[in-house]
């Protein structure tokens, strides 16, 4: 190892390098290294911080006896901070009833640095979209894969694919193992009154048969029944409740008791329990027509590295003062006195 030279810390004038004073530096026992490598703290730890032994001296005189020895009450304090740990040690009470208080002293080891980030997850499986084919036809191929799910209507009714298959006699739309119903048809409204009876006409003489009565007014037209059950789509309605809720958003003005809704965003399906406008109707979860969420892709490559900051500002000043703020800026020149 090197030899070692003492220095001396001076404080200067940043403007005309004028020795402002020289300070004392306060240092630990694991700063202060010997010649050996072992720091002051190392061999005070190994117990060889110690000159050699010297002569025996002249036995002293016998002393007076000494009142018994006894011991009172001891304590331990240990504190919370960061820093060179100690323990002071404070004694009290008599020599036969002898007290003794540890306070152990920055036991606790600083916040170690913050890890560095994780990589960014990747993105997630992008969702399936509803094709809509139109009125099932045997002899059509139809599909429920990653990417969308064809929809059909028969009958009035509306189904959705379920699992991709080739339509035939032995494969209807009616068939659960492909498909699943997404609406049904509404019942058929009542029948009108029927129209009033026409007037009898006048009786003829007897005689030759008069010619026949004229056809009586035609009566008038019965009252439009109530439609089916309808399906409507958006996503002003969501979530996956199957407790009757209001969605005042919805923007649908005559909603009839088991009419459908489908969120395109989500895939989620609802059926409306309470008929009216968006502001009474009320609407309850059904289901979902959306696949599971794909496999997670693997994680992508580690981007390029940035580049390097500007250096940094020249470190040989410190500030002096009694607080941060009223500080004022000195050079550091270690003096070489040795």
Known sequence: MATLRKVRVQLLNEETN???????VLTSADCVTFSDGQTFQDKLDAGLL???????????PTGATGAAAGFGTVTATVDANVGTPSVEVTTGGTNTAKTFSFAFKNLKGAT???GAQGPQGATGATGVSMRLKGAWTSGTAYVNNSSHIDVVTQN????????????????LVTNTTYWTVLATKGDTGATGPQGAKGDTGAKGDTGAQGPTGATGAQGPQG???QRGSRWTSGTAITGTSTTATIFSSSGITDALVN????????????????AGAASVAKWVYVGSIKGATGAQGPQGATGATGATGPAGKDGDSIKIGTTYASAT??????????
Do not use: P, W
């Not at 800026?329 to 040795?338: N, W, Y």
């Open 18 to 24: 004028e020795v402002l004073e020289e300070v004392d």
């Open 329 to 338: 800026e000195a050079k550091v020149f270690f003096k070489v006195v040795s």
């Open 112 to 114: 170690g640095a913050t």
């Open 50 to 60: 110690k000159g050699a032994k010297g002569d025996t001296g002249a036995q002293g």
């Open 259 to 274: 009419d459908m809704y489908l969120n395109t965003s989500t895939g989620y399906t609802y059926r409306c329990t309470v």
């Open 223 to 225: 009252a439009t029944g």
């Open 156 to 171: 009035g009714n509306t189904y959705g694919c379920i699992k991709s298959h080739t339509a035939s006699s032995s494969i």
